[in-house]
């Protein structure tokens, strides 16, 4: 296949390029995420955080103090400060007015109303001049038009990890995914052999529903368990959204390890029938060492669904600080703090980064086990 | 091996036949139920008493818990099995049998807990919900197909049902069309590997993060301020007005579709691609020596030998688009024109408190899936054969 292009120098070019497009598209959403979580929060509310490395321009107002705070300095009235709070920051150019916030270049002289000469250095200084001593309690405004140096900072992580709830949300999210993810493997394993290896009358039919099963879509099992929950005393509770996730991931794991199964080698399991070994000791001894990669796969397709679910949790789980998970954490957060990006931003992060290090750390077997069969979607 | 199939038995007893398949069953059931209380009974009681040792931590009885559930597992299989061969010995003089008794019964206590489970959480939820869907808003009475007349003049399920399959459309067609480009590019360059990796990573993102990243894109200052949304800064920059594109009325659903697109991609990739390399080497090498471009070779060589992959591919994505919920209800929450039958049923089952009209919508979207169901369970037993 390759020898196709190698001959031909411009269609790889272009081939490459189509790629370094394809990529961008699918990384930089993100990215962006990511890089606007380390972001100033007053930064990231003005400007893109593609232009998080260049500075943010920005219009700020400032008041000197007041006249009556003057001082004397070789018989003229002066008062000076600095019109950034931060003390840092670039100035290009003020104003008196509002209707003309840049009037003046940095450096230059402004003459007020009142007589004073006002001058904005570059880095934010000002001095106010006045001949005679100047009266009032209201200083003058400032318009200052700056741009800002990039300001990166850890500040976000740690508001929506402490404050926000989002710490608490990722260990909720750690105690509904373990045992949700171990627990399943064992009991579809058995029954994954049972239905490979075993004769009985009902496989095929067995077979069939589970193949079925693992389409029906969830919303249909919501609302009979929600009552059945409430009915025998399980309400909103850990164990419940355990089991919930346990019976939800059994078609697809069944399913996936009957297909491995079944194609193991016949003259390995013949072989240790013949010298007399049960079934079960065939599973414990031959199948279960064997099935690794596929248990490894399904235990990722797992652990993925039940950290990125929100549907389960929601119905299954309270809206509780005790148990609101990071999907649902976000969720909350996307209505109550639509506009704050730092906190939404830095929050989206924590919620997605353990999936992406599983990811990119497993990869190997999430593809094989896709590509064994069909996958389970939300 | 021996067969131990009930039916093999010799025939002309029937009566006899079924006496001992009936009693078989019992023996099953029963052996079933003692292991799984049991196992289950045990593990409960050293829960609660090793969790009133251990501080006051959900984390940490959640470990608690994978560890016994996990012991629970091992002890019901073993158990079990151990009851077996205590009632049919492998031994003594009835040995032929009891082994073929117990071989009849075995392979029902392996399949138990999961025939159990998926009995309780998937099978029973069906039937309960049509029942449901004849009852009342609490499911206590019976108001005949009340719900479903009332579905069939509801404007917002009509609505649903539009944007439904209008995604339906969109998404599987979109993502396999990119997966396919996207294989078949990948596969031609040195550093495809890395690059199926980044396309493939959305995969790993819930929904709801996604949802969180993709409406970081599309925000919306008023026009004259600075857009901080990489959408409305291309557009501002090409000229245009920025919009608030998750509101405009009918493209908005395309704005969300985007979302699943991204994350779909990626898988549709990763099996398109494996089915790519699958191709016969000859049948590429004889279109190359008749002179075909590599665009013929694509369209007419590759793309028709993977016919049935991408329909597999298609089918997936398929069902997953009929579940969509998360990304709506994040982004627009059904406003603005955008509701989908899966938020609109979560919609009457929390804030409309109607478990009646939401469970007819969770037996629509049910049905919807039907088809693709019979065509999976037809396809696997082709499989199987």
Known sequence: ?378 | MASTDASSAPAGNAVHDLGALLKTGLLAIVIMLAGIITSAAAAAGVFFAVSALLPDSNLLNAMLVMVLGVAACFGYFWGSNAILDMIYPARGENIATNLTRANAIRPWLFLGPAVVILGIYLVYPVINSLILSFHGPRGENWVGTANYSWLMGDQAFRESVRNNFLWLLVVPAASTFFGLIAATLTDRISWGNVAKSLIFMPMAISFIGASVIWKFIYDYRAEGSEQIGLLNAIVTGLGFEPQAWITVPFWNNFFLMIVLIWIQTGFAMVILSAALRGIPEETIEAAIIDGASPFQIFYKIKVPQIWGTIAVVWTTITILVLKVFDIVLAMTNGQWGTQVLANYMFDWMFRGLDFGRASVIALVIMAMVIPIMIWNIREARKDMR
Not at chain 1, 50 to 61: A, H, K, M, Y
Not at chain 1, 136 to 157: C, D, H, M
Not at chain 1, 202 to 211: H, K, P, Y
Not at chain 1, 330 to 346: C, K, M, P, Q, V
């Open chain 1, 1 to 378: 296949m390759s020898g196709v292009v190698g001959k031909r120098p411009a269609l790889s070019w272009a081939v490459n390029l189509s790629v370094l497009f394809l990529v961008a598209l699918w990384t930089l959403p993100t990215f962006g995420i990511l890089v606007s979580s380390f972001r100033d929060k007053d930064q990231l509310a003005v400007s893109g955080w593609w232009t998080s490395l260049t500075g943010s321009e920005r219009n700020i107002v400032a008041r000197t103090d007041a006249p009556d705070d003057a001082v004397e300095e070789n018989g003229q009235w002066v008062l000076s400060g600095n019109v950034f709070e931060s003390g840092s920051g670039k100035a290009t150019a003020f104003g008196i007015s509002s209707r003309e916030p840049n009037a003046f270049e940095a450096g230059t002289e402004a003459e007020l109303r009142d007589g004073g000469i006002l001058t904005v250095q570059e880095n934010g200084d000002y001095r106010l001049v006045y001949d005679e001593q100047p009266e009032g309690r209201r200083g003058q405004r400032i318009f200052v038009a700056s741009v800002e140096p990039p300001k990166f900072t850890l500040e976000n992580y740690d508001r929506v990890l402490f404050s926000e709830g989002i710490g608490k949300s990722f260990l909720n999210t750690l105690t509904v995914t373990i045992p949700a993810t171990v627990i399943p493997i064992l009991i579809a394993a058995y029954a994954a052999y049972a239905l490979s290896w075993m004769q009985f009358p009902g496989r095929a039919l067995l077979l069939a529903t589970i193949v079925g099963l693992l389409v029906v879509p969830l919303q249909v099992s919501l609302i009979p368990l929600l009552r059945l929950y409430n009915e025998i005393g399980v309400g909103k509770s850990f164990i419940g959204i355990w089991l919930a996730h346990t019976a939800f991931g059994l078609p697809l794991a069944v399913y996936l390890l009957r297909n491995y199964i079944a194609g193991l080698p016949r003259e390995i399991i013949e072989s240790a029938r013949v010298d007399g070994a049960s079934d079960f000791e065939i599973f414990g001894k031959i199948i279960l060492p064997l099935s690794f990669p596929a248990l490894a796969s399904f235990a990722i397709f797992q652990f993925l669904w039940v950290w990125n679910d929100l549907l389960v949790a929601t119905v299954f789980l309270g809206n509780n600080e005790e148990q609101l998970v990071l999907t649902g954490r976000l969720r909350e957060l996307l209505g109550s703090r639509g506009g704050n990006w730092e906190i939404l931003t830095a929050s989206a992060f924590v919620a997605i980064v353990v999936p992406i290090i599983v990811f990119f750390a497993l990869q190997r077997y999430l593809v094989r086990g896709l590509l064994a069969g069909s996958v389970k979607g939300g």
